[in-house]
């Protein structure tokens, strides 16, 4: 099992822009989660997602932000446009009831 | 509003001693209580978990206490090793009214060092 895949690994992009951060869960796993990390606030969740269908996305921070999860096996979370305060890692985890959550690596992001 | 406390955003231990990390959390609804450790550039991992049924869970050198009545848990490492040093985040969930797991909340995480 190659656990939960984050891409990019580092995304440096410049205000304004379009950013696209990518996560495939663990197979079987029917919760996936996004958070956000920064010095300030620590981990944040974001939004999360039961089989595929978003649950509570209270914890994005506005509008510039938009998640989907297409299928089972693959989420994104769209910044559009980016703004410098977006500079974070972002975590996805992907868990199943029992057993318990797993993160990915992180993207760490930095709009300049 | 941080729901869930780790009020010492450091810690220094001598190798070989034990470690202390405390947490403390606000929300009555929240039964079921974890750490994670997380090194630099890695993703956070999971370490030991406490359901609210209980008051201790003991794995190894970690051991987690939960003091409810306190909304308090602490996470104790003995004896300390340098591969023990990294960020640990304590983090609580509840579960929802449709039997599911919620997200988790976590503290800002205690950086904690061990010297030799």
């Known amino acids: 099992d190659a656990g939960v895949i984050q891409s990019p690994r580092h995304e440096v992009t410049e205000m304004g822009q379009e950013v696209t951060l990518r996560c495939k869960p663990i197979?079987?796993?029917?919760?996936l989660f996004w958070y956000r990390q920064t010095m300030m606030r620590g981990l944040e969740l974001l939004i999360y997602?039961?089989?595929?269908?978003?649950?509570?996305d209270s914890g994005m921070p506005e509008d510039r932000f938009s998640a989907k999860m297409p299928n089972a096996s693959f989420s994104t979370l769209k910044i559009q446009p980016s703004e410098p305060r977006d500079s974070a890692v972002y975590f996805c985890?992907?868990?199943?009831?029992?057993?318990?959550?797993?993160f990915g690596s992180g993207t760490r992001l930095t709009v300049v | 509003d941080q729901q869930v406390k780790q009020n010492s955003p450091s810690l220094s231990v001598q190798e070989g001693r034990i470690s202390i990390l405390n947490c403390d959390y606000t929300?009555?609804?929240?039964?079921?209580f974890l750490w994670y450790k997380k090194y630099p550039a890695e993703g956070p991992t999971f370490l030991i978990s406490?359901?609210?049924?209980?008051d201790k869970n003991e794995d190894g050198r970690f051991t987690v206490f939960l003091n409810k009545s306190a909304k308090h848990l602490s996470l104790h490492i003995v004896p300390s090793q340098p591969g023990d040093s990294a960020v640990y985040f304590c983090?609580?969930?509840?579960?929802?009214?449709?039997?599911?797991?919620?997200?988790?909340?976590f503290g800002k995480g205690t950086h904690l060092i061990i010297q030799p």
């Open positions: 985890a992907s868990s199943a009831p029992g057993y318990g959550y797993t």
């Open positions: 406490i359901s609210s049924i209980k």
């Open positions: 929300n009555s609804m929240f039964d079921y």
């Open positions: 997602f039961n089989n595929n269908v978003p649950i509570d």
């Open positions: 983090a609580a969930s509840a579960r929802t009214s449709r039997g599911g797991a919620d997200g988790l909340t």
């Open positions: 197979s079987g796993h029917d919760y």
